[in-house]
């Protein structure tokens, strides 16, 4: 596992040393033009400073004393009258001005001028002023050297403290219980810091509302399976207690009756359970005009058996990303709505569009309708349209799911469900993509 203090340790020290050695080699380059500047102009005050008459009367009377200089001097006639360091390998003739050559001992630093009536060389190694610019350098760079450990050991305390912060909110969030999940405080934390609090401070909001949408899930589901539960339970015991075939047989119709609506209830609490908004659809093409056939042909013996006239206005080719079952689950429940709620000899129109790149499913049919007070609510759990609609059938048996699981498939699909009135006076369902 990687330390954060280790890595801006390693990395603040790695460019400490690397601004030290960049400092070094420039302290270093601008101290060699000053130590080149200053023995030219050694060399220039040494060859000024010889005397001007003939060689004869100078010989041996003179001595640089300079560390590392040779003296060479000719008459006019081009003899070599003085060489102070025969093994010094320089050129035989004397070059006026300054000059740079190089030798098999290395490069020398040559200045030649004419003194009076002879020729004068004074020559210097270069690596005398490159042993005393990096003297210069490093006299200068080895305080910064010395501090490094120091550095380190004061950039690893700071740091630490630096993230005292980040460990105080770990401890913080260690020794919480599982179901305290009121935000954390982000007072007195650093900057750096406080977008982290922040992001944990809505996860656990965003926690706290999905863990009291599932107790307030569970409680109504509890709620409402009580009720058909207890009735198969009265229904077993009428079976039971019944005393001719006739008797038990109306019973046993009642009782497969009551299992069918609890096994309703429980697929479709199971179809809403699976239909959050949080969920995460799978990326697959669906193409909506195949599965709206498929939906409708399902429908249709139901159709038929109640004289309602259930079919495609008409389709568009079109294709959504989402999770086919899913979306199978809506379309069957808006369908499913509308053939229960639409009267026999009624009439339920199906049509798939695509407006302004938006597929657009619209289910109208010949049913009462839903007030427009009660659009809105009718998307809630286990909520069903008041006693004051004037419904044409008041025999429907529901569970109040249906419309909620479509809204949660719609919204896990990135749709939008809209209730409004159809041309007929009955209710009409669009779906946009």
Not at 194 to 214: E, F, H, I
Not at 346 to 351: A, P
Not at 398 to 405: E, T
Request: proline share 5%.
């Amino acid at each position: 596992m990687r330390s954060i203090r280790r890595q801006l340790l390693f990395w603040l020290l790695a460019i400490v040393l690397t601004g030290v050695c960049i400092a070094g080699w420039l302290i270093y380059r601008q101290a060699l033009a000053e130590a080149n500047e200053l023995f030219d102009y050694q060399l220039q005050e040494i060859a000024g400073a010889l005397p001007s008459e003939s060689f004869s009367q100078v010989l041996g009377s003179r001595d640089t004393g300079e560390e590392g200089i040779v003296l060479q001097i000719w008459n006019r006639n081009g003899v070599l009258m003085y060489y102070s360091t025969p093994r010094a390998p320089l050129a035989p003739h004397a070059e006026l001005g300054f000059s740079t050559q190089r030798t098999e001992r290395g490069d020398w630093r040559v200045y030649g001028a004419i003194v009076g009536d002879n020729v004068v060389q004074l020559a210097q190694p270069l690596s005398v002023r490159n042993r005393l610019a990096a003297n210069v350098a490093l006299r200068t760079l080895w305080p910064l050297i010395v501090l490094l450990p120091l550095l380190g050991v004061a950039v690893w305390v700071v740091v630490g403290r630096g993230l005292k912060p980040l460990r105080r909110v770990a401890g913080a969030l260690d020794t919480r219980h599982p179901e305290a999940l009121d935000p954390l405080p982000d007072q007195r934390l650093p900057l750096e810091v406080q977008p982290l609090v922040r992001a944990l401070n809505g996860l656990l909001a965003r926690l706290s509302a999905a863990l009291d949408t599932q107790k307030a899930f569970v409680a109504d589901a509890a709620h409402e399976l009580r009720t058909p539960l207890a009735a198969v339970q009265i229904q077993t015991q009428l079976v039971a207690r019944a005393r001719d075939d006739e008797t038990r047989q109306e019973a046993l119709v009642d009782l497969q009756a009551g299992v069918t609506r609890a096994t309703r209830l429980a697929e479709q609490l199971l179809a809403l359970a699976r239909a959050e908004p949080d969920g995460h659809a799978a990326t697959v093409a669906v193409d909506l005009h195949t599965m709206l056939d498929e939906c409708v042909a399902s429908r249709a013996p139901l159709a038929q058996q109640r004289n309602i006239d259930l079919g495609i206005e008409a389709t568009t080719r079109a294709t959504v990303i989402g999770e086919p079952e899913a979306l199978r689950v809506m379309l069957n429940n808006l369908l499913d709505n509308a053939t229960k709620y639409t009267p026999e000899g009624g009439r339920i129109d199906v049509s798939l569009k695509v407006e302004e790149g938006r597929p657009i499913v619209r289910i109208a049919d010949t049913g009462p309708g839903i007030p427009v007070e009660e659009r809105e609510r009718v998307f809630d759990r286990f909520y069903r349209a008041g006693a004051g609609v004037n419904r044409v059938r008041s025999d429907i048996a529901g569970s109040g799911l249906g419309l909620a699981i479509v809204k949660r498939i719609a919204l896990q699909h990135h749709a939008d469900v809209t209730l409004g009135e159809s041309a007929s006076g009955g209710l009409l369902v669009t779906v946009r993509f």
